[in-house]
């Protein structure tokens, strides 16, 4: 060796293996002497193998830790002594570490910053698949043999038929608790009967459509991530795509369809139950039906209505396209379509929100 | 058109994954009616050149030539135009979990003819007793054993009769009865019906039964490349594709020693 060995600093240049296997030679050979060289890797190194048994794993590890750390710096290592049946395992070792690359890890911020852009970049990606969904709709409308209307089918149950009892139950509740809440208030004013028309306005323009879009993504839309993910991380997706059969078009489109037609509807008896759940406080304090239906016609107009379903009209849209792109977009791996799913659930109802503040002030300009 | 014009040319083909290169100089070229096996150690690329052949993965550089059109580069249409003469059989089987096995077989000539639909199912079924599963045409595909399940992948692939046919380890978990008809129904295949196969497999005694030529993949270098008849790869190939086919590994001859 004719390399300039520097003097290294604590460890020694030159190891002993034991000749024994038992634990406690094992272990105070670690300690002793592997782990103060990995600590600190010396210039150059004499590893002497001589008369101990490569076929150890604890010692054929110290021996591939301790080269692989002084190597990384660029010392040199002498081997003396190593069997051949040594030889060959550290040869086909070697071969795997270069043809493994390593993995990038990632800090905590770097994760949670990552995470944070997910969210985000899922509208990029709705809006990325937007142009297409649209494009693959109005093709499904004029050609309507060509949508799968068994997928459609399936959709459409588990999204209307499926979704009404919690769907209303839900809505009734809310309508009793905002006539609760708010009884006592307009009692003080000497005008009880106003509950009504609170109670009419938040269900029918807002919170009907609202609920009924929350329970949408939390059931559709988690279901569609779902099923899509599975179906990216089985290939099937790639088959389809092989296949010449645009994945848009044959999965997203009938489930797309399915919602928008059914969940108005949904939206529609939703409301209904709201205001039911409203006038139950009503009757406790002694308002007829008759009075809270006037009431009714009174205060609202049809485009009030009609803004509702409106409303449920843009949110299923979003829904089912978040649930389906967050499907189509599934990474590989165990865990990968869970995370769509809450990827779905989670920007479906962000989207809803943000779309409602938007649509709320739009029709406020438009003096609706 | 001459008929021996090849219907698969790589040239300098690179594939990979975004910016991870996989293997970066493949170079072959495929006629009609020729099977090709694509072999090579585990994690070399096989499964990444035949996504890319299916159209499904962009090659990162060089050129790929299907069917006589190009596809680095290729519009909508043509990128269609190429995926109608492929039929693709994947790794995992792919089957559609939610239809029945037949259709499964159907649903590409669904969506592709204008046939009636019995014609349809005569045509699936022929398909499925080829691969020896008539008897299950109507399970799911989760009914099926894995090796099943590849076989009804395997005809799904040819439910269009397309040219050029890419199959991914059809043979894996195969037992020796079934992998050897099925050697024989490609060979049929490529030589009645003038089909194009692409196969990857690691089954030495398919290779050796069907293959015209085979396109080793090096997972060690890759970027080197043997392409070649296999009885002449195994006498006088590279070191390490004759290994390969000689089932030999390195040091093995010492170990004996
Ligand atoms: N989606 C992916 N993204 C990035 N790298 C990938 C991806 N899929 C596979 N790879 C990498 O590409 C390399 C080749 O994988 P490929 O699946 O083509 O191997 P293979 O030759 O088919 O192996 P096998 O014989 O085990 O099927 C592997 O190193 C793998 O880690
Ligand atoms: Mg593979």
Same mark, same amino acid.
């Given at each position: 060796m004719d390399a300039p060995v520097e003097q290294p600093t604590g460890a020694p240049t030159r190891i002993d293996f034991p000749s024994s296997n038992d634990d406690a030679t094992v272990n105070a050979f670690?300690?002793?002497?592997?782990?103060?060289?990995?600590?600190?890797?010396?210039?150059?190194?004499?590893?002497?193998?001589?008369?101990?048994?490569?076929?150890?794993?604890?010692?054929?590890?110290?021996?591939?830790?301790?080269?692989?750390?002084?190597?990384?710096?660029?010392?040199?290592?002498?081997?003396? *002594?190593?069997q051949d049946i040594g030889k060959s395992i550290l040869q086909s070792i070697e071969r795997r570490a270069i043809a493994l690359?390593?993995?990038?890890?990632?800090?905590?911020?770097?994760?949670?910053?990552?995470?944070?852009?997910?969210?985000?970049?899922?509208?990029?990606?709705?809006?990325?698949?937007?142009?297409?969904?649209?494009?693959?709709?109005?093709?499904?409308?004029?050609?309507?043999?060509?949508?799968?209307?068994?997928?459609?089918?399936?959709?459409?149950?588990?999204?209307?038929?499926?979704?009404?009892?919690?769907?209303?139950?839900?809505? *009734?509740?809310? *309508?009793?608790?905002?006539?609760?809440? $708010?009884?006592?208030? &307009?009692?003080?004013?000497?005008?009880?009967?106003?509950?009504?028309?609170?109670?009419?306005?938040?269900?029918?323009?807002?919170?009907?459509?609202?609920?009924?879009?929350?329970?949408?993504? *939390?059931?559709?839309?988690?279901?569609?991530?779902?099923?899509?993910?599975?179906?990216?991380?089985?290939?099937?997706? !790639?088959?389809?795509?092989?296949? !010449?059969?645009?994945?848009?078009?044959?999965?997203?489109?009938?489930?797309?369809?399915?919602?928008?037609?059914? $969940?108005?509807?949904?939206?529609?008896?939703?409301?209904?139950?709201?205001?039911?759940?409203?006038y139950l406080v009503l009757y406790m304090n002694g308002i007829s039906f008759a009075f809270y239906l006037e009431q009714i016609r009174q205060n609202l107009a049809p485009h009030d209505f009609i803004q509702g379903?409106?409303?449920? &009209?843009?949110?299923?849209?979003?829904?089912?396209?978040a649930g389906c792109v967050s499907g189509l977009e599934t990474a590989q791996g165990p865990g990968a379509v869970g995370r769509s799913a809450t990827r779905a659930v989670v920007s479906g109802i962000v989207l809803v929100i943000v779309t409602d503040g938007a649509l709320g002030a739009l029709f406020y300009l438009l003096g609706w | 058109m001459n008929s021996t014009r090849p219907v698969l040319e790589a040239n300098a083909l690179e594939i990979g994954y975004g910016s991870t290169v996989i293997q970066s100089n493949i170079t072959f070229s495929v006629t009609p009616g020729e099977i090709v096996c694509v072999c090579g150690g585990s994690g070399c690329g096989k499964s990444t050149l035949m996504r890319t052949v299916a159209t499904l993965l962009d090659p990162l550089g060089g050129s790929l030539k299907i069917g006589g059109v190009e596809l680095v580069g290729s519009s909508a249409e043509d990128l269609s135009v190429i995926r109608r003469q492929l039929g693709v059989m994947f790794q995992s089987g792919a089957l559609f979990g939610g239809l029945t096995v037949l259709e499964n077989v159907m649903l590409p000539i669904e969506t592709h003819t204008q046939l009636s639909r019995s014609v349809r199912r005569e045509?699936?079924?022929?398909?499925?007793?080829?691969?020896?599963?008539?008897?299950?045409a109507n399970k799911l595909p989760s009914e099926l054993s894995g090796g099943m399940q590849k076989r009804a992948a395997i005809a799904r692939a040819l439910s269009l009769e397309p040219p050029i046919v890419l199959l991914d380890e059809p043979s894996a978990g195969l037992d020796p009865i079934t992998s050897a008809e099925l050697d024989m129904l490609i060979r049929r295949l490529a030589r009645l019906a003038r089909k194009t196969f692409l196969v990857v497999t690691h089954e030495?005694?398919?290779?050796?039964?069907?293959?015209?030529?085979?396109?080793?993949? !090096?997972?060690?270098?890759?970027?080197?490349?043997?392409?070649?008849?296999?009885?002449?790869?195994?006498?006088?190939?590279?070191?390490?594709?004759?290994r390969f086919l000689n089932r030999q590994p390195e040091n093995a001859d010492k170990e004996a020693a």
């Open positions: 670690w300690i002793q002497s592997v782990q103060p060289l990995l600590a600190n890797p010396p210039a150059a190194v004499t590893l002497n193998l001589s008369g101990s048994d490569v076929r150890s794993l604890a010692m054929f590890s110290a021996l591939v830790a301790m080269r692989r750390a002084v190597e990384k710096r660029g010392g040199t290592v002498t081997i003396l *002594g190593l690359a390593p993995v990038p890890k990632q800090s905590v911020i770097a994760q949670t910053g990552t995470a944070a852009l997910a969210a985000l970049g899922m509208i990029g990606s709705i809006l990325r698949f937007s142009q297409q969904i649209v494009v693959a709709l109005f093709w499904a409308v004029r050609h309507p043999r060509t949508v799968r209307w068994r997928d459609f089918c399936a959709a459409a149950a588990s999204s209307g038929a499926d979704a009404l009892p919690v769907t209303c139950a839900l809505s *009734g509740i809310v *309508g009793f608790i905002i006539a609760f809440q $708010t009884m006592p208030s &307009f009692q003080k004013f000497g005008a009880p009967t106003m509950v009504g028309i609170v109670v009419a306005i938040a269900m029918v323009r807002e919170l009907g459509p609202l609920i009924s879009a929350i329970i949408l993504s *939390g059931r559709s839309g988690s279901a569609f991530a779902a099923e899509l993910g599975t179906m990216t991380v089985t290939n099937e997706i !790639d088959a389809l795509r092989a296949m !010449d059969l645009e994945p848009v078009r044959f999965l997203v489109v009938p489930r797309v369809l399915a919602v928008v037609i059914m $969940t108005p509807i949904l939206s529609m008896i939703a409301t209904l139950s709201g205001l039911l759940g409203g379903v409106f409303k449920m &009209f843009v949110f299923a849209l979003l829904i089912g396209s | 045509m699936a079924m022929s398909l499925l007793s080829a691969v020896f599963l008539e008897d299950h030495l005694p398919s290779i050796f039964e069907i293959a015209d030529r085979i396109v080793f993949l !090096d997972a060690v270098e890759r970027t080197v490349t043997a392409v070649g008849p296999p009885s002449q790869l195994r006498e006088n190939g590279p070191e390490r594709v004759r």
